[in-house]
């Protein structure tokens, strides 16, 4: 939790803003009008000021929506930055965060995520919880990337390696 987040309460958060949980937008009320509030970060993530202050939407949604303040990293689970529908945000830890990445790292020459050409092979591995999880090498990028997947998908919901 950030200093900022400390400051700010609910109910003046719900005082100065609404939030519409089928949309993930945030709205002000300026006299008569509705007007959308929020721009974008220099990572692409929505931000909006509240109090001074400037906040995430994607953690004030998590605010507004549960009433407490999350309590490690909000995963995008479609991985768009902007949409912040609460039937998108979740709420998890750092490591598991990481492993929703939809693109590859920039270095990554083949375009597949825990995927790289190893001779003549193809390497399945990801990084969690600073370590390396060697997941196995194979004959084509589509079996390497399946179980890549497979692996995501099962530490993102709670599982071990």
């Known amino acids: 939790m950030s200093a900022n987040e400390r400051v700010l309460d609910i109910g003046r958060l719900r005082r100065m803003v609404n939030y519409d949980p089928l949309t993930g937008e945030f709205t002000r009320r300026n006299g008569g009008r509705v007007i959308r ?47 912040n529908r609460i039937s998108n945000l979740r709420d998890i830890c750092r490591s598991r965060n990481l492993l929703n990445r939809h693109a590859p790292r920039p270095e990554n020459r083949l375009g597949i995520v825990g995927v790289r050409k190893r001779n003549s092979k193809y390497e399945a591995r990801l990084q969690f919880r600073g370590k390396r999880l060697q997941l196995g090498v194979f004959d084509t990028p589509e079996e390497a990337s399946s179980v890549v997947e497979t692996m995501r998908a099962r530490l993102i919901e709670g599982g071990s390696p």
């Open 37 to 83: 509030t929020g721009s974008l970060d220099s990572k692409g993530y929505v931000v909006i000021c509240v109090g001074y202050h400037l906040y995430r939407a994607h953690r004030l949604a998590w605010f507004y929506h549960h009433g407490t303040w999350p309590d490690g990293d909000i995963d995008h689970v479609n991985g768009i930055r902007t949409d």
